[in-house]
């Protein structure tokens, strides 16, 4: 389960036949990177619950290489160009702007403060993710292997090579060409997934928070690069990069509390054991969908913890370039008050945020996002 991540896709999206194509092997050393994490946890305030340092998730090699200076003094950004024809990436764009139109509304609505270029990249990164997710929840699921992963890995390198499959490849690879991205995001997103066809249960906030990161935290480490740092940013890149992080954490942890219901009728429990356990709970009574006393009270404490994840994202919104900053920082605490308007009953019912509600959100979060880094967005 992807944040903001998942839609019924189209038949064959990814590739002809729905199938990926074997292309060249990628060197182990690359493979490497992405699954060697050191599992180093550290507790957040007011918690004994813990999570591990993005510090060993690599996030500091990711700042680095997608900074404006060092991308411009290699050898690879110095050559690199956009090959596409105008009109044929134009289209490319549109489709993609199509998709998250109309499979992720509530994320659409937040691009819409963007400027032209950074709206295109930001929907092709979009739909890049998209695709990926699809691969271990959409309608072909059950045809999942880790060659398909494999072979999706090697076509991710081909289009930061230049050489799209497809024209939603292209829109990426365009991206590439336009923007400071570094492929290590992206390939810690296709391990998420593997991650995903392994494990259906997580025993602890530790093992959960390391999903969270593959599949969300990387999209935030994705975006910064399109949004733009402001000249006028008064803290270290590395801070912002870390609130992007925060911020898919928290976008997630929003959206695993949004589908509990679902995913347990699919099987999956996507919430700590050892903290259900604390509450006289357990995946079976998760399974059960039935809402008690103890799981309001378990609620409770997973909504601290999200919030918490926002609140930290707070600071590096406001330190984005004034086009760019995260209206998201809204919109999706505000499933969170759905959830809670339903008595925490997350089990039988699935909360929404009206469309009155977002489009009313969004000047809100774009007036809050000016303000000064010590305020808080509420």
Same mark, same amino acid.
Not at 62 to 87: E, T
């Given at each position: =389960?992807?944040?903001?991540?998942?839609?019924?896709?189209?038949?064959?999206?990814?590739?002809?036949?729905?199938?990926?194509? /074997?292309?060249? *092997?990628?060197?182990?050393?690359?493979?490497?990177?992405?699954?060697? /994490?050191?599992?180093?946890?550290?507790?957040?305030?007011?918690?004994?619950?813990?999570?591990?340092?993005?510090?060993?998730?690599? !996030?500091?090699?990711?700042?680095?290489?997608?900074?404006?200076?060092?991308?411009?003094? $290699?050898?690879?950004?110095? @050559?690199?160009?956009?090959?596409?024809?105008?009109?044929?990436?134009?289209?490319?764009?549109?489709?993609?702007?199509?998709?998250?139109?109309?499979?992720?509304?509530?994320?659409?609505?937040?691009?819409?403060?963007?400027?032209?270029?950074?709206?295109?990249?930001?929907?092709?990164?979009?739909?890049?993710?998209?695709?990926?997710? %699809?691969?271990?929840?959409?309608?072909?699921?059950?045809?999942? *292997?880790?060659?398909?992963?494999?072979?999706?890995? %090697?076509?991710?390198?081909?289009?930061?090579?230049?050489?799209?499959?497809? =024209?939603?490849?292209?829109?990426? @690879?365009?991206?590439?060409?336009?923007?400071?991205?570094?492929?290590?995001?992206?390939?810690?997103?296709?391990?998420? =997934?593997?991650?995903?066809?392994?494990?259906?249960?997580?025993?602890?906030?530790?093992?959960?928070?390391?999903?969270?990161?593959?599949?969300?935290?990387? /999209?935030?480490?994705?975006?910064?690069?399109?949004?733009?740092? *402001?000249?006028?940013?008064? /803290?270290?890149?590395?801070?912002?990069?870390?609130?992007?992080?925060?911020?898919?954490?928290?976008?997630?942890?929003?959206?695993?509390?949004?589908?509990?219901?679902?995913?347990?009728?699919?099987?999956?429990?996507?919430?700590?054991?050892?903290?259900?356990?604390?509450?006289?709970?357990?995946?079976?009574? !998760?399974?059960?969908?039935?809402?008690?006393?103890?799981?309001?009270?378990? =609620?409770?404490?997973?909504? !601290?913890?999200?919030?918490?994840?926002?609140?930290?994202?707070?600071?590096?919104?406001?330190?984005?370039?004034?086009?760019?900053?995260?209206? $998201?920082?809204?919109?999706?605490?505000?499933?969170?008050?759905?959830? %809670?308007?339903?008595?925490?009953?997350?089990?039988?019912?699935?909360?929404?945020?009206?469309?009155?509600?977002?489009?009313?959100?969004?000047?809100?979060?774009?007036?809050?996002?000016?303000?000064?880094?010590?305020?808080?967005?509420?």
């Amino acid at each position: =389960m992807c944040i903001t991540l998942s839609f019924t896709s189209k038949p064959g999206i990814g590739a002809r036949n729905g199938s990926v194509p /074997v292309l060249k *092997s990628m060197p182990a050393t690359a493979r490497s990177q992405v699954i060697a /994490v050191p599992i180093i946890p550290v507790a957040f305030p007011g918690s004994t619950k813990q999570c591990i340092s993005d510090m060993d998730l690599g !996030v500091n090699e990711v700042v680095r290489r997608q900074s404006w200076p060092n991308y411009l003094a $290699s050898k690879a950004g110095n @050559s690199r160009r956009s090959r596409f024809d105008p009109m044929f990436i134009n289209e490319a764009y549109d489709k993609c702007r199509t998709i998250c139109a109309e499979y992720a509304k509530t994320f659409y609505l937040g691009t819409l403060l963007m400027t032209k270029e950074r709206q295109k990249a930001i929907w092709a990164i979009y739909v890049w993710c998209r695709r990926t997710d %699809e691969l271990v929840d959409g309608p072909n699921a059950d045809y999942m *292997s880790s060659t398909v992963l494999e072979r999706w890995e %090697e076509r991710l390198e081909d289009i930061f090579e230049g050489r799209p499959y497809d =024209m939603l490849d292209a829109a990426l @690879s365009d991206t590439v060409f336009s923007f400071p991205l570094d492929i290590k995001p992206f390939r810690d997103m296709i391990e998420g =997934m593997r991650m995903d066809t392994r494990k259906s249960r997580y025993k602890s906030f530790q093992e959960l928070y390391l999903y969270c990161y593959y599949v969300a935290g990387t /999209v935030g480490l994705m975006s910064v690069p399109v949004m733009g740092i *402001s000249p006028e940013s008064s /803290v270290s890149a590395r801070t912002i990069y870390n609130a992007a992080l925060n911020l898919g954490i928290g976008n997630q942890l929003t959206n695993i509390l949004r589908d509990v219901g679902e995913d347990a009728s699919r099987g999956r429990v996507y919430l700590p054991r050892d903290e259900l356990g604390q509450f006289g709970l357990s995946d079976k009574d !998760v399974l059960s969908r039935k809402v008690t006393d103890a799981w309001r009270d378990f =609620m409770k404490e997973q909504f !601290v913890r999200a919030r918490f994840f926002f609140n930290l994202a707070e600071e590096g919104a406001s330190q984005l370039d004034k086009d760019s900053r995260w209206p $998201s920082l809204i919109l999706y605490r505000k499933i969170l008050d759905a959830i %809670e308007e339903n008595d925490y009953d997350n089990l039988t019912k699935r909360a929404y945020v009206g469309r009155t509600k977002k489009l009313l959100s969004l000047p809100l979060a774009y007036t809050r996002a000016l303000w000064n880094p010590g305020l808080s967005i509420r």
